[in-house]
């Protein structure tokens, strides 16, 4: 619709329109809530903290609305698909097309990768010993960034602007001359900002995890989430800083004419080189956290340690360190030439060879245990066929010969969910659950625990199970319709079910929430009987954890300590503790780079030099004060 | 295992002609037999996993009487550890000979590399159209002829953006580059009408950027090239 604004003609689309409306809406009832509860000062507090433990709240919160936002896009494409030749509201051509490069783009950035340092935040330092992650004020900067990013990237579909490139951003499709809207730039920028704070938040956690263990948790003995958390965060700071060279490549070709991936000297083949070169590692950047969390539940709920740990680990990093030479597979129909299609099909198989190592060392954690079924070991227990289904898929992607058939078409787009889905966010449920009540002092509900899984587990398969077949039809990906030929309506129905289904299994996960909050059962420490070092803290996590200093001594040494009905040896020898500011530097820092990004994508210049100028200004002003001066005295 | 029961179903109601099984020919059908056969080994995996974990989880699953139970502190087992290192490496060899064979065979090359002989058609992709130009210099857009049998050469290049050639009952995909001329083979393919598209994300049109791929006798190719 059209309408006119202080003399300017705005043309709106009425999904565009439909956000609109629902936003300011929604903001409303959140902005009357806050002052009927008279909670500014809690959202301050929240502003200014630097603790481990709120800030990983806070990347949750945002992951799980972003969770809802990117799931609605997921919705709009089943319903357009749902029937051959279908019409469905705006989603056609153009809208379609912004429709999936949004929700591909949120859901691995602003989803999956929030949720994930979400959870190591807040237990990560619990499990090892740490009172806090290494540098707090950093670990802030990283959250805001992160926010700043994903809030950039968001505002451009409010502005009928919303970037149609594909998660991919292909070459030469994103540059100017075939995107000329400013739409390629807030996907730029906001993955350049939010992956700038990825970047920090794991190097942030490779100090953490390599300097402030208690006494006793040598590498050796730590739980494997906090090991998968640290081979993660060197993956993270590998392919991040692979991406944002891309990005910063990119951006100059599209608003200095500079010609890296176009023209003559240029070429489209190095931008998919760079994106894989993340991309790829960033898969496994998805899924190694959640490979932990599941070794911690598996392990928890069958009353076992890990069934081979040296292995466990081992295959970890191998899993880490070849993930970054497979990503010309994505590429075999590029024309690479049969060697580099034969050398990286085969590197590719290999990786399911650690990967398969996992799968019969989580089974064999479960032999001669005693399995209770608590909503965190069902996803888990979902997660070990549902993931061998994906990666069987993965190993028939990697025969190169096939995969000219396979390669973009639905059958990928199976694959792709089945792996992200059944390891990150069957992970990230199987977390949340199982952390809850440490993170916030209740346990979520058991029964609501277990219709969320089951609906969520059936939807999910008969959404991508069809999917295999209608890509062997012909289906290419990133079409928004289809002729019935073949059985696609009929598959194609079932997946918008299934879509469906999920969607509606996301209620129960909200409702379990509310109905915790409202009638919650307060636990203690240990409500699961659990085995690592973050079960021996108050639930919630107190800002100030481990007074005394718990002493180590040996794998799972919280629970054997517990069985022999001792309690844990402490100790007062320990490590100068990073300490905890309360500092707003951390959100105006942020707030710079997307005002500076901003200005870039509109050419107002003056306001990107404005806000460099802050930006410049608040590290200067932030590196003339060491908070830790006032606690240990000056370096001498 | 509720997603087993499915399968069968499934397969039921797409019938046995899953188009890229369904293969016209015999670059087509060597990819359709490589898919059979990752299919198969990979569905040993999917037995052997799924056997293991019904059997674990249903019998150590809780029970009232195991309730105090503590069970024994297993470490791991470096014999069970080296099985599942040596069997999927095992697996593995098995599907990379095969696979091995057919890239060399079948992998798209560049334009100055390609060795190959056969019938040559230049394909131009654009937003949103195909253009098939052949060796007389006729040209048609949208619509593909090609002679039955022998060795097809398409000669692929993009005028704008990343395209990707695909005809699913003829054979696999080959991106059509801006940059670069690529030849793609199709071995062998036999008399029928099938369709084709882009499978590459090209933009605005990329739904509809489809073409009719069209293998004749060689007699009919023959006057296909003559007439105007």
């Not at chain 2, 054979?171 to 580059?177: E, L, P, R, T």
Request: aromatic letters at 16%; hydrophobic letters at 50%.
């Amino acid at each position: 619709m059209k309408f006119t604004l202080f003399g300017v003609n705005i043309m709106l689309p009425s999904d565009v329109l439909a956000a609109w409306v629902f936003t300011l809406l929604l903001g409303a009832v959140v902005v009357f809530l806050v002052l009927k509860k008279k909670r500014l000062g809690l959202i301050w507090e929240y502003m200014v903290t630097t603790n481990h433990r709120k800030i990983g709240i806070l990347y949750i919160l945002f992951g799980i609305i972003y969770f809802f936002r990117a799931g609605l896009d997921a919705l709009f494409i089943r319903t357009q698909l749902a029937f051959p030749n279908n019409d469905f509201w705006v989603f056609q051509g153009e809208k379609y097309n912004e429709v999936f490069t949004t929700h591909g783009t949120m859901m691995i950035f602003f989803v999956a990768m929030p949720l994930l340092l979400g959870l190591m935040n807040t237990v990560v330092p619990l499990q090892i010993g740490a009172r806090d992650l290494a540098f707090p004020f950093l670990n802030a900067v990283g959250f805001w960034l992160f926010f700043f990013g994903s809030i950039f990237f968001n505002i451009s579909f409010f502005l009928n602007m919303t970037p149609e490139i594909g998660w991919t951003g292909y070459a030469p499709l994103s540059t100017e001359q075939f995107t000329p809207g400013a739409g390629s730039d807030f996907y730029i920028f906001g993955l350049q900002i939010s992956g700038l704070g990825t970047i920090f938040t794991a190097l942030n956690l490779i100090v953490t995890i390599v300097r402030h263990r208690a006494p006793g948790m040598k590498m050796t003995r730590m739980p494997l989430f906090a090991w998968t958390s640290l081979i993660t965060s060197f993956l993270i700071l590998i392919a991040f800083t692979v991406l944002a060279i891309a990005l910063y490549l990119l951006m100059f070709d599209r608003l200095f004419g500079a010609g890296f991936f176009s023209g003559t000297e240029g070429n489209p083949i190095y931008w998919q080189h760079l994106f894989w070169i993340f991309g790829h590692p960033e898969v496994y950047i998805l899924a190694l956290p959640a490979f932990g969390i599941f070794s911690d539940v598996i392990s928890t709920f069958s009353r076992k340690r890990v069934f081979g740990y040296p292995i466990m680990v081992l295959s970890v990093a191998l899993i880490g360190f070849l993930g970054f030479m497979v990503w010309a597979h994505h590429m075999f129909t590029v024309g690479l030439g049969p060697m580099a299609n034969t050398f990286f099909a085969i590197t590719t198989m290999l990786i399911a060879v650690p990967t398969g190592i996992k799968v019969f060392n989580w089974l064999f954690t479960m032999r001669l245990g005693v399995i209770r079924f608590t909503t965190p070991m069902l996803f888990s227990l979902g997660f070990i066929p549902s993931f061998v289904m994906g990666g069987v898929t993965g190993v028939m992607l990697s025969v190169s010969a096939a995969d000219f058939q396979f390669h973009d078409t639905h059958f990928v787009v199976a694959h792709f969910h089945y792996v992200i889905i059944a390891s990150t966010i069957l992970g990230i449920f199987a977390g949340l659950y199982y952390w809850y009540p440490k993170i916030t002092g209740y346990v979520l509900d058991e029964k609501l625990g277990r219709w969320h899984f089951w609906t969520f587990l059936i939807g999910f398969h008969l959404t991508f199970f069809p999917m295999h077949i209608t890509g062997l039809e012909g289906m290419p990906r990133r079409v928004y319709t289809y002729d019935d030929s073949g059985g696609l309506a009929e598959l194609n129905f079932m997946s918008t079910i299934g879509a469906f289904l999920m969607g509606v299994s996301m209620l129960f996960a909200i409702w379990n929430v509310y109905k915790t909050y409202k009638e919650g059962r307060k636990v203690g420490n240990d409500p699961w009987d659990g085995r690592t070092l973050e079960w021996s803290v108050a639930s919630p996590a107190p800002e100030h954890t481990f007074d005394p200093m718990p002493v180590v001594e040996g794998i799972d040494s919280f629970w054997f300590a517990k069985s022999a009905g001792k309690k844990m040896p402490v100790t007062d020898q320990v490590r100068a503790t990073p300490l905890e500011v309360q500092s707003i530097l951390p959100f105006l820092i942020g707030s710079t780079l997307f005002f500076l990004s901003l200005g870039l994508t509109f050419s107002w210049y003056w306001l990107s030099i404005l806000s460099a100028f802050i930006l410049f200004t608040l590290l200067v002003v932030r590196s003339l004060k060491d908070e830790r001066e006032d606690h240990y005295g000056r370096r001498k | 295992m509720k997603r087993l029961l499915v399968m069968p179903f499934l397969l039921l109601l797409t019938g046995c002609n899953i188009k890229v099984l369904d293969s016209r020919s015999d670059t087509a059908n060597d990819q359709a037999f490589l898919i059979i056969y990752s299919f198969s080994l990979m569905l040993i995996v999917v037995l052997v996993v799924s056997i293991l974990f019904i059997r674990f989880v249903f019998k150590y699953r809780y029970t009232e009487e195991r309730k105090d139970n503590i069970p024994p502190d297993v470490k791991g087992n470096k014999w069970l550890e080296t099985a599942w290192v040596i069997g999927p490496l095992l697996l593995l060899a098995i599907l990379a000979v095969p696979t091995i064979m057919m890239t060399y065979d079948q992998s798209p090359v560049l334009s100055t590399e390609s060795e190959q002989e056969g019938t040559s058609v230049q394909v131009t992709a654009e937003q949103f159209n195909w253009t098939f130009e052949h060796a007389n210099g006729k040209t048609e857009q949208n619509r593909l002829v090609i002679p039955e049998g022998g060795t097809i050469l398409l000669h692929l290049k993009s005028e704008d953006v990343i395209h990707s050639f695909w005809v699913p009952r003829l054979g696999g995909k080959v991106d059509v580059m801006p940059d670069r001329e690529l030849v793609y083979e199709i071995k062998n393919p036999q008399i029928g009408t099938y369709e084709g598209k882009c499978a590459e994300y090209c933009g605005l049109g990329h739904t509809n950027m489809k073409f009719e791929a069209e293998v004749v006798s060689a007699d009919e190719y023959a006057s296909y090239l003559n007439e105007k």
